[in-house]
């Protein structure tokens, strides 16, 4: 620090600075000195306490395996949950983006506010919920598949699958969780538009400037400036419905408290009725903050999730017809002498070869390749070796799912490993999709059913074979993990009609 007094003198006594200037700025080196060392002691501490667990070789012991870690990182990750410490910047940077978008809502929230949150939030995933959300996912995914008859009979047959996808989830969503017609799907939606452009902006933000990882640096931008922009349309949406629905609610309540006449039949109950009607054990509901900050996460978190499932499982589907067909005869014998082409509620548990081809693709290419858990406090493991409180582990959802060890012949597409007479040769966290523990994904149920319905509809009205994708001049395919996991330069399908009714109508 000697030095740097000198120059600074030197240099504040050239520009006639006044000596209140150069005490504060000495005091600004002093400051980010002693924060620069407490950083590096708290890294020397953690490398020292997690010594005792193997790890790849390290570039420097500053830099740790930054700069090695790939798209395929996961594969160095296979035998156990890794301890990075470094990684608690970046996932502390993930979580303040989506405290941003979604408050502070059960998807980052901790502690007993997380737990009374989880348990508000349930009931609206019950199965009889979701059972009032079949038609929904029935109507969107005919949008869809109309919008595709009409893309075919133009001659476009090889169509990227993300762009469609990911309108007619959010489609479906918006349906489920404000009983609102966007027709996303047909026509622009600024709603949607925002939702599309924040997913943008945050993968943007992560991995190509690390300037932006702070906020003072991050608002002043371009990129900032979309954001909030973007962010300000789904907020002031979310709060007008939420709004407007409430006033609703205690209107009828006043009505029906007046009146002696037995109550109307009430209509769908969507996410935002039943986040309204939910109370804890004290009476107490969710405030209108609350419920804005859940309905934004249900959206956020689910639209694009799903979104991959589906398109990934219509992918390996596409690459193996002889699996494709045994789906789609299993979905014609189940509507054989129906009126219409529509899944029902109970035809979902007659789908067990089509569930199994979604399963085995949510192992191949699960839509969040990783999870990660804080440690609250020291975690003794086997050997005597301990964990220290506030290391972050890194639970490689891909690597479990690619384990040799776990899994034979990882890398290959076999439906047979969730034949219900194989559960029993599987560990219990060897499938872990939807993650694990009290705190895995609270809307799986939710997003299994659509992916029944929409991949069974999808293989009943289409053949699918691989497509060629325009960037790349072939049919080639590479992973690409973002938010979730897509496909670099998108995923192609060449689709081709097959009911001459469907096709006929449209």
Known sequence: MTLLHTVLALVLSWTGLSSVLYIFSTGLFTVVALWTARLLLRHAWYTHKLSCFSKPQTRSWLLGHLGKVRHDHCQIFLNYPVLIEHRKYRKELFLQTLFFLSGN???????????RKRRLLTPAFHFDILKSYIAVFNSSAKTMHDKWCRLVAEGKTNLEMF??????????????????DSNCQQSSSEYVSAIVELSDLIIERREK?????????????????????????????????????????????????????????????????????????DGQGLTDEEMQAEANTFMFAG?????????????????????QEKCRQEVMDLIEGRDG???????????????????ESLRLHSPVQAVTRSYT?????????????????????????????????????????FDPSNKKS????AFIPFSSGPRNCIGQKFAMVELRVVVALTLLRFRLTPGVNPELGSSRVRRLPQLVLRAEGGLWLQLEPLNTIYVDAH
């Open 426 to 429: 599987q560990t219990s966290h």
């Open 163 to 180: 762009d469609h996808v990911t309108l007619m989830t959010l489609d479906s969503l918006l349906k489920c969780a404000f009983s609102y």
């Open 377 to 417: 406090q020291d975690m003794v493991l086997p050997g005597n070796r301990t964990v220290p409180a506030g290391t972050i582990c890194l639970v490689s959802i891909y690597g479990t799912h690619h384990n040799p060890t776990v899994w034979t012949n990882p890398h290959e597409y076999d439906p047979q490993r």
């Open 303 to 323: 639209h694009d999730t799903t979104a991959s499932a589906i398109c990934w499982t219509l992918y390996n589907l596409a690459r193996h017809e002889h699996y």
């Open 341 to 359: 082409q529509e899944i029902q509620w109970e035809d979902l548990s007659n789908l067990p070869f089509t569930t199994m081809c979604i399963k």
């Open 209 to 281: 400037n690390i300037l932006h990882h702070w906020d003072w640096i991050y608002w002043k931008t371009r990129q900032g400036e979309r954001f909030k922009q973007a962010l300000n349309t789904v907020h002031r949406f979310t709060r007008d419905v939420v709004e407007k629905r409430r006033t609703l609610l205690n209107q009828q309540r006043e009505t029906e408290a007046q009146s002696e006449i037995a109550p109307t039949a009430q209509k769908r109950k969507d996410f935002v009725d039943i986040l309204l009607l939910t109370k804890d054990e």
């Open 105 to 115: 809502s059960v998807l980052i929230s901790n502690g007993e506010v997380w737990s």
